[in-house]
């Protein structure tokens, strides 16, 4: 399977524990999103890499939220100290970005959905 | 700011029946790009088409077919002769080509399509 994987896919867990969720793009692919799901809304973005850079971040990424891209493969998504708003899909994306202006379509992985109880 | 409404929340239809779905979007930019992804229920977000803002071509791909209007900013989405496994989420989607920053995605609410037998 060369598509976007992610890992895990469901993950449930107490108020005030760490998570840490983990993208592999498809391989290549220089540009890495995660963008958050709420039940009935559509996808929010929460920030990017290019390459290992981390380069935007929303608003949406509190200081309990924290992510990575070692090396410019795949990346990690932590939230420290779960609060039940945190309850959502979470979902990576990578596109190859290329000509000028950058540009390339996303390509989603199948989503980590994190229960906090 | 970017914005995109998608005002219908839930369309249900008998297979072979056309449809359309909706997607009215706001941008102060003069170049952009619009998307359509599909979302099963498997969660998976899968790309259907991009259209930049300099192509006003209506496009067709096999059932599916796309009205880009930017005198209205519409581009709307219509399916013909509904099949059951059209049934999903479907989510219409702006972005503004990269300036040194992200491609990231602003998406709507999402219509949820059912294709009933």
């Known amino acids: 399977d060369t598509g976007v994987s992610q890992d895990p896919r469901h993950k449930i867990t107490k108020r005030g524990q760490n998570v840490t969720f983990r993208c592999d793009p498809i391989s290549e692919h220089n540009r890495l999103y995660w963008y958050r799901q709420t039940l009935g809304q559509g996808p929010e973005f929460l920030t990017y890499?290019?390459?290992?850079?981390?380069?935007?971040k929303s608003r949406l990424l509190s200081d309990r939220f924290s992510a990575e891209r070692p090396k410019g493969s795949f990346s990690t998504l932590e939230i420290q100290r779960t609060e039940q708003g945190d309850s959502a899909m979470y979902l990576c994306a990578s596109s190859l970005a290329v000509g000028t202006p950058l540009r390339g379509e996303q390509y989603f992985g199948p989503g980590t959905r994190l229960t906090v109880t | 700011a970017q914005k995109v409404t998608q005002a219908q929340t839930e369309i249900s239809v008998v297979e072979k029946e056309d449809v359309t779905l909706d997607c009215v979007y706001e941008?102060?930019?003069?170049?952009?790009?619009l998307f359509w992804y599909k979302q099963p229920p498997s969660g998976e977000l899968v790309f259907l088409i991009r259209?930049?803002?300099?192509?006003?071509q209506n496009e067709i791909s096999g059932r599916y077919s796309w009205n880009f209007q930017k005198s209205t900013s519409s581009f709307n989405f219509t399916i013909t002769a509904s099949q059951v496994v059209d049934s999903a989420v479907y989510f219409c989607?702006?972005?503004?080509?990269?300036?040194?920053?992200?491609?990231?995605?602003?998406f709507g609410k999402g219509t949820k399509l059912t294709v009933n037998p």
């Open positions: 890499f290019q390459n290992e850079a981390q380069l935007e």
């Open positions: 941008t102060r930019d003069t170049t952009y790009y």
């Open positions: 259209r930049n803002s300099f192509d006003e």
């Open positions: 989607a702006l972005s503004e080509p990269d300036q040194g920053g992200s491609e990231k995605l602003v």
